[in-house]
């Protein structure tokens, strides 16, 4: 009876000793990392996704920042990096666009201040501008812009010479066309506009200017 207890002790012991033998021969179990760096890639994809997705309903500066990070991690994964490309595309596309948007809302502003000056001082400020044009592709620009405001490019225009009482010497008459090709070839403008006649259209007719 004792030697089958202590029989049964041995094997029992033995049991332990190979149990515990085989617990610690075990290789590492590297599954765990695999599945958080497939985490972290499934994270970056929908993020990507998200910011492409609703790229319209976000900031600007907010995706910029939120793609910086990403971009941080510097992963080659192919999906990843097309995901970053179409995203910078987007990005870039919206940038051209504002600054298109920009450019035309600047330029309708400076239009509607144009058409809040009277008509001598947006008139005289055409003058200054073909003077002072850096070109003469500049200049017959504004020339052609300038001429709009006009019956026709054949306008009167009548250069005061001076004043001797009551009578008004006047120069040989002129058109606005020619008158404004003189600025631009003189590139100067002194003269002062005296008065500035609209036809029914409410286009100009006739201006004249005091010579300075």
């Not at 599945?35 to 996704?49: P, R, V, Y």
């Not at 907010?62 to 990403?70: F, G, M, P, Q």
């Not at 300038?146 to 009578?167: H, K, M, Q, R, W």
């Amino acid at each position: 009876m004792i030697r089958r207890i202590v029989f049964i002790c041995v094997v029992a012991l033995i049991g332990v000793s190979v149990l515990s033998s085989c617990r610690s021969k075990k290789p590492v179990n590297t599954d765990k990392v695999l599945t958080d760096e497939q985490i972290k890639l499934s994270e970056m994809k929908n993020q990507l996704n998200t910011l492409i997705g609703g790229f319209n309903n976000m900031p600007l500066v907010d995706i910029e920042n939120k793609l910086a990070v990403i971009k941080a991690i510097n992963s080659t994964d192919p999906e990843v990096l097309k995901l970053i490309a179409d995203l910078e595309k987007l990005i870039s596309d919206k940038k051209i666009k504002l600054a298109e948007e920009e450019k035309i809302k600047k330029e309708k502003e400076a239009k509607d201040q144009e058409e809040v000056l009277d008509l001598n001082t947006r008139f005289d400020r055409y003058l200054t501008k073909i003077a002072t044009a850096t070109s003469p592709a500049e200049a017959d620009k504004v020339i052609a812009e300038a001429l709009t405001y006009f019956t026709s490019p054949d306008a009167d225009v009548l250069i005061i010479l001076g004043t001797f009482g009551n009578e008004v010497d006047y120069d040989k008459p002129t058109t606005i066309k020619k008158y404004l090709e003189y600025v631009k070839d003189q590139k100067v403008h002194r003269n002062k506009i005296v008065k500035i006649e609209k036809a029914e259209g409410e286009k100009i007719k006739l201006v004249e200017i005091e010579k300075k």
